[in-house]
């Protein structure tokens, strides 16, 4: 057996991955719980234990790091054998019966770390494409360091870090000593990602200044070749050859067993922007039709082979044989059984992995290059259904103001000039709660109804009838807002007059009552009283009606 095999055995119920390497020793403890076994009310709840179990370990000595993906978390440490194996029987112990007397402190780190973190572009992509469950919580902040407490982390903590659930990977032969005192317990693979009901090829609005495209394809060699092409793709097509781009980038994010979503991008100059959809696109369109250029395709698997023949195995296979077993799937044995698959990937498979990447096809582009006609562009949500029944409420400012507001006991329903949406409450991911009032209903889809208190009348009425009919599991009670982030209505005097004016409806309304109140004051009979109203408001609402025309013309 060469030095570049990958070696097997068992600490304490434990599959431990190795291969024989010189220096420091690097482990890995992986389990298989990740971001897509969370909800968006508990999101952040496995980086908090994470954060939890290492406080405190960091050194000089033992560096340490972990790290929470899609699909797996994982505890690593560097260092002499004595060190690592005091590590790992230490982690094992705390995550067997965890201590949470720094939860508030690694709570405030975390919610410090995510105010500067920001969204990312591949974060967005898997929330457009798998909306707010399962690989689509990347696209989300930690809204579960709002709503964790040390019983339901101990829940967590024990469901997550069994002995069934987790994998050792090492750089080199287990040390003298070695133990992981984990508890007993299992739990199933992750399911199949679902994305949301929506057409496709389909693009949104993205960053400024920027283009994406991603799309899931079966996780292979050709899968990863494809992309490379891509991002080659791109860099000599929007900076070698139209010089509108910096630099391109691409992502390869398992987002179940079998499947990853391949991402790639570039930042471009504005005057880009209306064209950079269709350039995009066609880059595409062309390794879908025609596969990339054989030369070209032959010296990039070349170089892959060369890359992982070179760089010691012990570096990196036993880590990779730790993420795919504990997916279900068979662990790669040796450089040479990595080297033939990728060697065997033809002009062909490419193109194959091209036709399933275009099918799930999603572009993100600054909001100045949206509208490209080859793409459905998911400016909102789907045609939603009336609320059959409930409570309506009007805007502040009404009639000025446009919109209605129905809050029923199965759903709500929004109505403003922007558009419309409903949320059925059976089919939330979470509602965010503000103490001014604020709500925030977001479907599993990822698309929400927004209900501000401040927007209507008798508004904090819509708030309890919807506290009460949301289940409590999923409210998520976030700090106090600034002033300036909650909105506010105020027409003036001079708006009422302009709609009162140039509503010939209204108007009529008006003068109609004006004309009763001068003849009351008069003493007029009734009839004369009805002729002279009707007559009046009939010639006083045509000119209004005249004036309504001209106006909107």
């Not at 994470?50 to 405190?56: P, R």
């Not at 112990?93 to 770390?113: G, I, K, M, Q």
């Not at 798998?130 to 407490?149: F, H, M, N, Q, V």
């Not at 129905?406 to 558009?419: N, S, Y």
């Amino acid at each position: 057996m060469g030095s570049d095999k990958l070696r097997t055995t068992e600490v304490d119920g434990v599959p431990v991955f190795w291969v024989p390497g010189q220096g420091t020793l690097r482990a890995s403890l992986w389990f298989r719980a990740g971001m897509v076994d969370e909800s968006l009310p508990t999101r952040g709840w496995l980086h908090l234990l994470e954060h939890l179990a290492l406080h405190g370990r960091d050194s000089i000595r033992a560096p340490v790091n972990g790290h929470v993906s899609l699909l797996h978390s994982s505890f690593d440490v560097e260092g002499e054998p004595d060190d690592v194996v005091a590590f790992l029987r230490e982690v094992c112990r705390w995550l067997t019966t965890p201590d949470f007397s720094e939860l508030e402190h690694e709570r405030r780190v975390l919610r410090a770390e995510s105010s500067t973190r920001g969204g990312g572009t591949v974060g967005s992509h898997l929330l457009w494409r798998y909306g707010a469950r399962g690989p689509g919580l990347a696209g989300y902040d930690e809204l579960g360091l709002y709503t964790a407490d040390a019983d339901r982390l101990r829940a967590l903590a024990g469901w997550a870090y069994a002995q069934g659930n987790a994998v050792l990977a090492l750089s080199g032969p287990p040390p003298a000593g070695l133990e992981l005192p984990l508890r007993p317990g299992s739990q199933d693979l992750p399911l199949p990602a679902r994305p949301c009901d929506q057409p496709i090829p389909a693009g949104f609005a993205g960053r400024p200044n920027a283009v994406a495209l991603s799309g899931t394809v079966s996780r292979s060699s050709a899968a990863a070749a494809l992309l490379r092409a891509l991002e080659r793709a791109l860099q000599r097509g929007l900076r070698h050859d139209s010089g509108v781009g910096y630099s391109a980038w691409s992502s390869y994010e398992l987002v179940d067993a079998d499947h990853a979503m391949l991402t790639t991008g570039m930042d471009v100059i504005p005057e880009a922007l209306p064209t950079v959809v269709a350039e995009t696109t066609a880059v595409v369109r062309r390794l879908r039709d025609r596969g990339p250029d054989p030369a070209e395709l032959r010296d990039d698997l070349e170089r892959q082979i060369r890359r992982f023949t070179t760089e010691p195995a012990a570096n990196w296979l036993p880590f990779m044989a730790a993420r795919d077993v504990l997916l279900g799937r068979r662990a790669t044995t040796g450089t040479d059984e990595l080297a033939a698959e990728t060697d065997a990937v033809t002009v062909a498979d490419v193109q194959q992995a091209g036709r399933s990447l275009w099918n799930d096809l999603l572009v993100s582009v600054d909001p100045v290059g949206s509208g490209d006609p080859q793409l459905t562009w998911l400016n909102g949500p789907p045609a939603s259904k009336q609320v059959a029944s409930g409570r309506q409420f009007r805007p502040v400012g009404s009639p000025v103001t446009k919109g209605a507001l129905v809050i029923g006991r199965t759903a709500a329903h929004l109505q403003t000039t922007g558009g419309e949406t409903a949320a059925a409450y059976d089919e939330l991911a979470a509602m965010i709660a503000y103490p001014d009032g604020g709500r925030q209903l977001i479907r599993r889809d990822g698309y929400q109804v927004t209900i501000e208190p401040t927007l209507w009348r008798q508004g904090h009425e819509a708030v309890a009838l919807v506290d009460s009919a949301v289940p409590r599991p999923l409210h998520v009670p976030l700090p106090e807002r600034t002033p300036d982030l909650i909105p506010h209505i105020s027409v003036t005097l001079k708006q009422r007059l302009r709609f009162w004016l140039n509503d010939p409806v209204a108007l009529m309304a008006v003068l109609g009552v004006c004309a009763v109140a001068l003849a009351l004051t008069e003493g007029m009979g009734l009839t004369e009283l009805l002729g002279r109203s009707l007559v009046g408001g009939a010639i006083l609402g045509a000119i209004a009606y005249a004036r309504h025309r001209r106006s909107s013309q």
